[in-house]
């Protein structure tokens, strides 16, 4: 079946260090490729996304590239802020049909806190 | 459109009690999901319907878990009887079937089975 294994955590940076969440990923096919963060108290918001392989997704300075040799799709972000503490998780869809992306396989999680 | 809304946003009750939460999807959105968040087990599918239609329940823990959608607007995830190990936070989350669109969650409901 699919799964999806993300980097554990916590990861507690300072503010402007760079960022790298680890996500590996098994599934038959070609999944599409999401992040997604949860801040404190809230739902899940998609961060960033890739459909295909090569892709890269990017949002408010966070990248992912879809990497389908390695069965990878890393978060980075070069240089982080108060404001991203949040967790953040890896997730995978094989489509719940048509091209609707809610039938998502997640990781654990990645519970980030950056410093001033 | 003011996304999708859950209620309750906590939900305190006792071991044996029947729960009911409840969820509103994006207007037009015709996929809805639901989730269940716990430490042990993160975030699981538990069902999802299209067109008010449950196409996959697999993820529904046991027979006491049981989901409906009587229409587009309105999703209802029942336990009955509660048990403490079913407290966890219950997201609801919708999409488009077209249109290579994410699903969009809601808040969530903190259900907490003493």
């Known amino acids: 079946g699919n799964s999806v294994t993300q980097m554990e955590g916590p990861v507690t940076l300072s503010e402007e260090a760079f960022l790298t969440i680890n996500c590996t990923y098994t599934a038959t096919g070609y999944p599409s490729l999401f992040w997604y963060v949860q801040y404190p108290g809230e739902g899940l918001q998609l961060l960033l996304k890739?459909?295909?392989?090569?892709d890269k997704g990017s949002n408010k300075g966070f990248e992912a590239t879809y990497r389908k040799e390695t069965t990878s799709f890393h978060l980075e972000k070069g240089s982080v802020q108060v404001s991203d503490s949040a967790v953040y998780f890896c997730a995978l869809s094989r489509d719940a049909g048509g091209t609707s992306y809610g039938k998502l396989t997640f990781g654990q999680g990645t519970i980030l806190t950056v410093h001033p | 459109d003011a996304g999708v809304i859950q209620s309750p946003r906590h939900e305190v009750t006792e071991m044996g009690q029947e729960v009911t939460l409840r969820c509103k999807p994006i207007?037009?959105?015709?996929?809805l999901f639901w989730y269940r968040q716990t430490m042990m087990r993160g975030l699981e599918l538990l069902i999802y319907f299209n067109n008010n239609v449950p196409i996959d329940d697999s993820g529904m823990p046991e027979d006491r878990f049981s989901a409906k959608m009587p229409n587009a607007s309105f999703s209802t995830l029942k336990i009955q009887p509660s048990e403490p190990r079913d407290s966890a936070v219950y997201f609801c989350?919708?999409?488009?079937?077209?249109?290579?669109?994410?699903?969009?969650f809601g808040q969530g409901t903190r259900l907490t089975v003493v």
């Open positions: 890739a459909t295909k392989a090569d």
């Open positions: 989350a919708s999409s488009l079937t077209w249109g290579n669109t994410e699903a969009f």
């Open positions: 207007s037009g959105h015709d996929y």
